[in-house]
T-cell receptor
Framework: NAGVMQNPRHLVRRRGQEARLRCSPM?????VYWYRQLPEEGLKFMVY????????ESGMPKERFSAEFPKEGPSILRIQQVVRGDSAAYFC??????????FGNGTRLTVT | AQTVTQSQPEMSVQEAETVTLSCTYD???????LFWYKQPPSRQMILVIR??????QNATENRFSVNFQKAAKSFSLKISDSQLGDAAMYFC?????????FGKGTSLLVTP
């Protein structure tokens, strides 16, 4: 059973470009979470999604960031018009109700 | 909001010795979960151990055990017979509902 798959592993974008981060949850998992890890910090919750629904986006910046988890295909975290402060590792996790979260290996976004 | 505090930014232990990593948290809830995650340089988030708040018995997983003091809101991780492969960042996390709140982490160095 494959784990949570994130791609790309590394992503470099220039300021002003768009970044799209993908996450395929573990098979059978319908809950997806996105976290951001800044250098020397723990993971910060961004958004929680179930299929086709955003359940909680309280940790997501109000502008430029969006997330989706369509009926078919991976979950996407989109960052528009990236700035240097967006440079971080972005982790996706998945679960079924009541189970611990399983994390992917993260995408390291570097904005130049 | 729940907060998780790890007061030790760095710890060092000799191979085969025992080390304890500290974690405290703040919550007004009675039903929750606590976790320790390990993050090696590969960046993968690995679940080390889990504790349900309603259980008085401390969780144990092989060389890893916790000291859970609910009244004191303390959740420390003990690593026995430390191995070189234990070197990593260790994050304490609080889980209630669906969001995981992480501490800032403790960097564990294991010396031969």
């Amino acid at each position: 059973n494959a784990g949570v798959m994130q791609n790309p592993r590394h992503l470099v974008r220039r300021r002003g470009q768009e970044a799209r981060l993908r996450c395929s949850p573990m098979k059978g998992h319908s809950h997806v979470y996105w976290y951001r890890q800044l250098p020397e910090e723990g993971l910060k919750f961004m958004v929680y999604l179930q299929k086709e629904n955003i359940i909680d986006e309280s940790g997501m910046p109000k502008e430029r960031f969006s997330a989706e988890f369509p009926k078919e295909g991976p979950s996407i975290l989109r960052i528009q018009q990236v700035v240097r402060g967006d440079s971080a590792a972005y982790f996706c996790a998945s679960s079924i109700m009541g189970s611990p979260l399983h994390f992917g290996n993260g995408t390291r976004l570097t904005v130049t | 909001a729940q907060t998780v505090t790890q007061s030790q930014p760095e710890m060092s232990v000799q191979e085969a010795e025992t080390v304890t990593l500290s974690c405290t948290y703040d919550t007004s809830e009675s039903d929750y979960y606590l976790f320790w995650y390990k993050q090696p340089p590969s960046r993968q988030m690995i679940l080390v151990i889990r504790q349900e708040a309603y259980k008085q018995q401390n969780a144990t997983e092989n060389r890893f055990s916790v000291n859970f003091q609910k009244a004191a809101k303390s959740f420390s991780l003990k690593i026995s017979d430390s191995q070189l492969g234990d070197a990593a960042m260790y994050f304490c996390a609080y889980h209630s509902g669906y969001a995981l709140n992480f501490g800032k982490g403790t960097s564990l160095l294991v010396t031969p």
